[in-house]
C-alpha cells in the first residue's frame, strides 16, 4: 500500500449513467503528451511521511516531465518512467529534489486554459516562431499543443463541465484564439527580478523602462542599457506581469517615450524571439514602489524632540554672527532640544547646567573660545550633565542636515572612575542607544573606536592617555571632557602635555575645587579649555596674579588694595563666561540635612612625649636648614598625631643611623609600651574618641560609617582594629583590584550593619567619583595639604540616593600639626571662594612667611582649641586657662621674634605688650581664619556644653565631671559650716581645663548644619554651605 493514500474526496464520484471506468487506465507509454495533479514534498527519512502540497505535472512523449506549483511556476525538471497511474509515487524527482503522489490525470486543456490552479487565470502562450540561432534554444520552455484535441484519446474529461449528464455536442475542444489587436506603441516603468526559484514574497531587485515597439519588448536600466529584448504583439496593461530575457517584470505606470531615457542600440543584443509568457492578473492592492518601501524613511528637515512640549529643554539659538560662520551652505536652522528620557530625571540646576555647557562648545558665549568649566560641588550632578550634552552633540545639530555637531567624544577621569563612568552612560542612556569604550592595556579596543561609527565615547584615564595619544589623535574626537581636571593645574606636567596633540577645540573641565593653591592653576585650566583667553602666564602673573595677592596682604597700601579689587573684579567678569559654579545648598530640598563637625580631641600622654621628643629646642634649627629633613619631620608629626606606633614603620624604613632624624625616632620608638600591638588605639587621642564613637553607632543605631584616611598605614591600623573588635567592613585602597572596587562600594551600599558596618576609604584611591550613600557617618581621620582632597572625600555619603541626615566628623589633634595643616586649608579655600563668587567670609591671607613655616613645629598642650584662639571670636567658647603652657621654638624665633609666644597664650591684656612684628603676624593669621565665624564654637570643656551639640551621638563622647558622693549636701548649713568641702564643690563647678581630662577627650568642636540654614538662622550665610 502506498505511504500516502490521495483522499476520496478529490475524486469524482461515479453516477449511473457515467460511460466511463471509475479508474483510469493505465498510461503505458507517452504516446502524447499528459497532465497529472500530484502531490509533492521534499525528501525526509521520518518515519510518517506527509505531503506539503498541491502540484502539475507535465510530462511530455520523451518522458521528459516539469512540475509546476499552483501558482504556475517551476518547482522541478527531469524524467518520469512508464507507467503511469493513480496512486503511484516517485521518489527524488528533479535530481532528488521533490517526492511525487500522482492524485488524478488532467486534460492538458485544463492546463493550457489555467483551470487546474489555484488562481484559474487563463495562460497565454504564443507560438514559437523559428529561432534566429538554430544553436539557440530558450529554458524551461514547451511547445503549445494544437488546436483541436480530441478527448476521447486523451482519456480524460474536464473537471469544470457544467453537468456530468450532458452529452458531448462536439468531438473537439477549441483552444481559445491567443491572437490579440495590435495596439498602438507603449513605454512603460517596470520592477524587475530574475526568474524562477520558490519565491513567497514579491521582492523585486531593482526599476527598469519597458519600450514596446513594432512588436519588439525593449527593457532599458535607469542608466539607458538594453538589458534583454524578446518580441510581442500583444498589448500591455498595467500590473500585468511578463518574461524578458531571463527577467521577471511588471508593469508599473505607462509613460511617455520622452521619460525613458536614450539608449545605445550599436550596443543591444541579439533580439531573442523566447515566447513572453504573460499573466494579468487583476491588481487589488495599490501598488508601492521598491525605494519606498524598503529604504529608510526621508527624514523631515526640524528639530529631533518637540520643542513645544511640555517641560522641553530647548538650547540657545544661534546668533547671527554665527549662522553666517558656520552656516556656509544656508541650511534650515532648528532648534536643538534635550532628549526628553533625560530631560525629565533631571532637575532645575542640571537643566540650567546643560544649556551652559552647550553654549560654551557651541560658542554662544560672549567669550571667544570652545571651552568651559563646570566646577559645581560634590554631589550637584556633573556626570549626568555631561551625558546629557554628549548626548545632545552627538545625536542633534542647530543646522539641518549637516549630521550630528561631534561623532566622537572622550572622557579622560583617574582610573578608579572608568568603570563608573561607563556604568553611568549605561544607567542613563541604555547599552544599546550609544557605544561606550573603555581603553585597558590592549590596542584592540583603541583600534575598534577608532575605525567604529558606533563607538562613540572614548573612557581613558590619565595615565593611560600619555601612552595612546598616536593611535586616537586623528580619529575625529569632537569633544574633550577631563574629570577631576584640577590635575592639569601645570601647564608643565606630562598629562597636560599630552594634550597639544589632539587639534579639539570643544574642551570640557569638570572640578569641584578648581583652585586649590594659587591663581596660576586656575589659569592653566583656562588655558587648556580657551587657549589664549588669559594670555600667557607671564602677563596673567603681572596683569591679575600679583597685584590680587598683594591687596590680600594686611599690610598692602590703600593704592595696591584698590588696584588688587579691581583686577580681582575684571577677573572674576572675565571667569562667568565660561565657569559655572553652584554650591550645595540648592540639594536641601532634594536630599536629607548633613552637618559636618570639626572635632578637637586631646592627645594621648604617650603622644606628648614623642613630640617632646623629636621637637627639642636646640635640634629644630638643624631641620629648618634642611629642606629634605623639614619635610621628613612633618611627616613624622603627621603620623604621631593619627598613632604613634607609625614610628616603627618609619625606624624600619630609615635605616641611616648617623642621621639626627634616625636617633630621634629611635628615642621616640623607646616610648612606646613593649608589648604594644597595631589594634592598641589607647596610644592616639584620635583613635580613642573614633573608638568610642564606633562603639555608640554599634550599639544605639543601625547606620554604617565610613572612615577616611590619606595613609594606607592608618587604614592598616583601623583594620586590625576592626577584626579586633568583630566589626564587618570593606576596605577600598590602592592594592585594590579594579573590577572589585565597584562590587565593594555596591555590597556596602546594599547591606545591612551587620553585613558590611564599616568602609575603610583611602582618599587618594577613592576619595573622588564613588558614591557610599549606604553610610551616613563619615570620619575623617587626617586631613591634607590640599584642601581639595578632604572636601571629595568628604562629600562620599551625602549624594543623590542618600535617604538618612548625614554626619561629617573631621578629627583634629588638638595644639598639634593637625590644626596647621586645617588653618593652611581655610586660607587656600578663601582664594578660591574669592575667584568663585562666594568669597562671604572676607578672608585675606593667601600665602605664609616663615613664621607660619616656623609655627609648625610647635606644640601647644595646654589649649583646648588653637584655631579658635586664633580668631579671637568673642562667643561663649572661652579661651583656655594657658599658665605654664610650654611651647617648642628655634633660637631665631627668640632674636628674630621677641616676645612671641604660642597665639593660644595671648590675652587681650597683652596685646599691648606685643611688638609691632607680632601684631600684625596675629592680625593676619585672624584675617586668614575669618571664614570659621560662620562655623557654631563650642567649648566642650564647659559644663553646659552637651546641650548646644545637635548630634546625641557626639554629645555622648563629651567627658563628664566625676563627683564625690560625699560632697553632696542636702542641707545648706551644712555646706557653709564645712568650708574645706565647700571649697571642693565650687572647685568642681569652675569651668575644665585641658589639664583634667585625659588624652582622647573632645575639647571643641566647629559645627555647621544644612539644618541651620533651612530655618534661617545664619541669615546669609547659607550661600556658603559647601560639600
Given at each position: 500500500m502506498p505511504a500516502f493514500q490521495a483522499p476520496t474526496s478529490l475524486k469524482r464520484k461515479a453516477e449511473d449513467n457515467d460511460v466511463l471506468p471509475t479508474k483510469r487506465p493505465k498510461v503505458e507509454d507517452f504516446g502524447t503528451d499528459c497532465c497529472w495533479l500530484v502531490q509533492w514534498r521534499n525528501p525526509t527519512n521520518k518515519k510518517h511521511k506527509t505531503y506539503e502540497g498541491e502540484a502539475i505535472l507535465v510530462v511530455k512523449q520523451d518522458s521528459k516531465a516539469t512540475l509546476y506549483d499552483m501558482e504556475r511556476r517551476i518547482m522541478a525538471s527531469g524524467k518520469v518512467m512508464p507507467p503511469l497511474e493513480e496512486g503511484r509515487e516517485f521518489g527524488g524527482f528533479g535530481g532528488g529534489s521533490k517526492d511525487i503522489h500522482l492524485d488524478?490525470?488532467?486534460?492538458?486543456?485544463?492546463?493550457?486554459?489555467?483551470?487546474?490552479?489555484?488562481?484559474?487565470?487563463?495562460?497565454?502562450?504564443?507560438?514559437?516562431?523559428?529561432?534566429?540561432?538554430?544553436?539557440?534554444?530558450?529554458?524551461?520552455?514547451?511547445?503549445?499543443?494544437?488546436?483541436?484535441?480530441?478527448?476521447?484519446?486523451?482519456?480524460?474529461?474536464?473537471?469544470n463541465a457544467s453537468s456530468s449528464n450532458a452529452d458531448a455536442t462536439s468531438d473537439t475542444v477549441l483552444v481559445p484564439s491567443v491572437a490579440s489587436n495590435i495596439e498602438s506603441d507603449s513605454f512603460w516603468c517596470v520592477n524587475w527580478r530574475k526568474s524562477g526559484g520558490n519565491k513567497k514574497k514579491d521582492i523585486w531587485e531593482g526599476d527598469a523602462y519597458l519600450k514596446h515597439e513594432h512588436g519588439t519588448l525593449t527593457m532599458i536600466s535607469e542608466e539607458g542599457k538594453i538589458m534583454a529584448t524578446v518580441s510581442r504583439k500583444e498589448s500591455l496593461s498595467a500590473g500585468q506581469r511578463l518574461f524578458v530575457g531571463g527577467k521577471e517584470v511588471q508593469l508599473v505606470t505607462e509613460m511617455t517615450a520622452a521619460q525613458i531615457p536614450n539608449s545605445d542600440q550599436a550596443g543591444s543584443p541579439v533580439v531573442s524571439e523566447v515566447p513572453a509568457i504573460v499573466s494579468t492578473p487583476a491588481p487589488s492592492k495599490r501598488y508601492i514602489p521598491v525605494a519606498s518601501f524598503y529604504g529608510a524613511p526621508v527624514k523631515t528637515q526640524g528639530p529631533l524632540h518637540d520643542p513645544n512640549a511640555e517641560g522641553a529643554i530647548v538650547m540657545k539659538y544661534p546668533r547671527q554672527e554665527h549662522i553666517q560662520r558656520y552656516n556656509k551652505k544656508n541650511r534650515a536652522v532648528v532648534d536643538v532640544v534635550l532628549d526628553p528620557i533625560l530631560a525629565r530625571r533631571m532637575r532645575p540646576h542640571q537643566h540650567e547646567g546643560v544649556k551652559f555647557l552647550y553654549e560654551c562648545v557651541m560658542g554662544l558665549r560672549k567669550h571667544e573660545g570652545n571651552g568651559c568649566i563646570l566646577a559645581d560641588e560634590m554631589g550637584l550632578g556633573k556626570t549626568l550633565q555631561t551625558i546629557s550634552l554628549i548626548w545632545t552633540l552627538l545625536k542633534q545639530n542647530p543646522y539641518a542636515g549637516a549630521g550630528p555637531i561631534i561623532n566622537k567624544a572622550m572622557i579622560v577621569c583617574p582610573v578608579s572612575l572608568i568603570n563608573n563612568w561607563k556604568n553611568?552612560?549605561?544607567?542613563?542612556?541604555?547599552?544599546?542607544?550609544?557605544?561606550?569604550?573603555?581603553?585597558?592595556?590592549?590596542?584592540?579596543?583603541?583600534?575598534?573606536?577608532?575605525?567604529?561609527?558606533?563607538?562613540?565615547?572614548?573612557?581613558?584615564?590619565?595615565?593611560?592617555?600619555?601612552?595612546?595619544?598616536?593611535?586616537?589623535?586623528?580619529?575625529?574626537?569632537?569633544?574633550?571632557?577631563?574629570?577631576?581636571?584640577?590635575?592639569?593645574?601645570?601647564?608643565?606636567?606630562?598629562?597636560?602635555?599630552?594634550?597639544?596633540?589632539?587639534n579639539t577645540p570643544r574642551r570640557i573641565i569638570l572640578s569641584g575645587t578648581p583652585i586649590q593653591n594659587d591663581l596660576g592653576e586656575f589659569h592653566a585650566m583656562a588655558d587648556f579649555c580657551n587657549p589664549g583667553l588669559l594670555d600667557d602666564y607671564t602677563s596673567?602673573?603681572?596683569?591679575?596674579?600679583?597685584?590680587?595677592?598683594?591687596?590680600?596682604?594686611?599690610?598692602?597700601?590703600?593704592?595696591?588694595?584698590?588696584l588688587g579689587e579691581k583686577r580681582s573684579a575684571q577677573l572674576m567678569n572675565i571667569a562667568k563666561s565660561f565657569v559655572l559654579r553652584r554650591e550645595a545648598t540648592i540639594l536641601g530640598n532634594y536630599l536629607p540635612p548633613k552637618t559636618e563637625y570639626v572635632v578637637f580631641v586631646t592627645p594621648s600622654s604617650t603622644q606628648l612625649s614623642i613630640f617632646a621628643r623629636l621637637l627639642q629646642p636646640d635640634q629644630v634649627e638643624d631641620y629648618m636648614h634642611s629642606t629634605v629633613e623639614s619635610l621628613a619631620v612633618i611627616n613624622l608629626l603627621i603620623k604621631v598625631s593619627s598613632s604613634p606606633i607609625l614610628l616603627k614603620a618609619a625606624l624600619e624604613k630609615d635605616r641611616n643611623e648617623r642621621s639626627l632624624l634616625y636617633r630621634n625616632i629611635k628615642d621616640a620608638v623607646s616610648l612606646l609600651p613593649p608589648d604594644v600591638q597595631v589594634e592598641n588605639a589607647s596610644l592616639s587621642g584620635k583613635l580613642t574618641a573614633i573608638a568610642r564613637l564606633l562603639h555608640i553607632i554599634r550599639e544605639t543605631t543601625d547606620e554604617k560609617c565610613v572612615l577616611v584616611s590619606h595613609y594606607t598605614s592608618t587604614l592598616n591600623i583601623l583594620e586590625a582594629f576592626c577584626v579586633k573588635q568583630n566589626?564587618?567592613?570593606?576596605?577600598?585602597?590602592?592594592?585594590?583590584?579594579?573590577?572589585?572596587?565597584?562590587?565593594?562600594?555596591?555590597?556596602?551600599?546594599?547591606?545591612?550593619?551587620?553585613?558590611?558596618?564599616?568602609?575603610?576609604?583611602s582618599s587618594k584611591a577613592g576619595g573622588v567619583g564613588i558614591n557610599l550613600i549606604g553610610g551616613s557617618r563619615l570620619c575623617l581621620i587626617d586631613s591634607d595639604w590640599n584642601p581639595s582632597h578632604d572636601l571629595q572625600s568628604m562629600a562620599r555619603c551625602h549624594r543623590d540616593g542618600q535617604r538618612k541626615p548625614v554626619f561629617i566628623y573631621r578629627f583634629l589633634t588638638t595644639g598639634?600639626?593637625?590644626?596647621?595643616?586645617?588653618?593652611?586649608?581655610?586660607?587656600?579655600?578663601?582664594?578660591?571662594?574669592?575667584?568663585?563668587?562666594?568669597?562671604?567670609?572676607?578672608?585675606?591671607?593667601?600665602?605664609?612667611?616663615?613664621?607660619?613655616?616656623?609655627?609648625?613645629?610647635?606644640?601647644?598642650?595646654?589649649?583646648?582649641?588653637?584655631?579658635?584662639?586664633?580668631?579671637?571670636?568673642?562667643?561663649?567658647?572661652?579661651?583656655?586657662?594657658?599658665q605654664g603652657s610650654w611651647t617648642i621654638s628655634t633660637s631665631n624665633d627668640k632674636d628674630e621674634m621677641k616676645g612671641f609666644v604660642c597665639a593660644s597664650q595671648v590675652r587681650p591684656s597683652d596685646m599691648t605688650k606685643l611688638s609691632k612684628v607680632d601684631m600684625e603676624y596675629l592680625e593676619r593669621k585672624k584675617a586668614s581664619l575669618a571664614s570659621l565665624d560662620e562655623w557654631k564654637h563650642v567649648n566642650c570643656l564647659r559644663s553646659d556644653s552637651r546641650d548646644e551639640i545637635q548630634d546625641e551621638i557626639l554629645a555622648d563622647l563629651l567627658y563628664t565631671r566625676e563627683i564625690d558622693p560625699a560632697d553632696d549636701y542636702s542641707h545648706p548649713l551644712l555646706e557653709a559650716v564645712d568650708l574645706e568641702r565647700r571649697e571642693r564643690i565650687e572647685k568642681t563647678k569652675r569651668p575644665l581645663t585641658v589639664r583634667d581630662v585625659p588624652g582622647g577627650t573632645v575639647s571643641f568642636i566647629f559645627e555647621k548644619s544644612s539644618r541651620l540654614f533651612e530655618h534661617g538662622n545664619q541669615g546669609e550665610a547659607s550661600s556658603d554651605i559647601s560639600e
Open positions: 488524478r490525470q488532467l486534460s492538458m486543456p485544463e492546463f493550457l486554459t489555467g483551470a487546474c490552479f489555484e488562481s484559474a487565470v487563463p495562460v497565454q502562450i504564443n507560438p514559437v516562431p523559428a529561432p534566429l540561432k538554430p544553436a539557440f534554444k530558450p529554458p524551461k520552455t514547451f511547445n503549445p499543443p494544437i488546436s483541436k484535441i480530441n478527448t476521447n484519446t486523451a482519456g480524460c474529461r474536464s473537471s553611568e552612560f549605561h544607567k542613563w542612556l541604555g547599552r544599546d542607544r550609544i557605544g561606550v569604550t573603555v581603553c585597558d592595556r590592549k590596542l584592540d579596543a583603541i583600534r575598534t573606536f577608532a575605525s567604529s561609527a558606533r563607538q562613540n565615547v572614548l573612557i581613558v584615564g590619565y595615565e593611560r592617555l600619555r601612552t595612546i595619544t598616536k593611535e586616537i589623535a586623528t580619529c575625529g574626537i569632537g569633544l574633550i571632557v577631563c574629570d577631576e581636571g584640577h590635575r592639569l593645574k601645570s601647564s608643565k606636567g606630562k598629562t597636560f602635555a599630552s594634550f597639544k596633540a589632539f596673567f602673573k603681572r596683569t591679575y596674579e600679583n597685584p590680587i595677592i598683594k591687596s590680600r596682604a594686611p599690610d598692602c597700601t590703600t593704592k595696591e588694595l584698590e566589626y564587618s567592613y570593606f576596605r577600598l585602597d590602592g592594592s585594590t583590584p579594579l573590577p572589585k572596587r565597584q562590587e565593594y562600594v555596591n555590597a556596602f551600599n546594599k547591606t545591612d550593619q551587620r553585613s558590611g558596618f564599616i568602609f575603610l576609604l598639634t600639626i593637625d590644626e596647621k595643616i586645617f588653618q593652611r586649608q581655610i586660607i587656600k579655600l578663601g582664594l578660591s571662594n574669592a575667584l568663585m563668587g562666594s568669597d562671604t567670609a572676607g578672608s585675606k591671607g593667601d600665602s605664609f612667611t616663615k613664621k607660619d613655616l616656623r609655627d609648625i613645629f610647635r606644640v601647644d598642650p595646654n589649649t583646648c582649641c588653637n584655631t579658635h584662639d586664633l580668631i579671637d571670636c568673642p562667643c561663649q567658647g572661652d579661651r583656655s586657662d594657658d
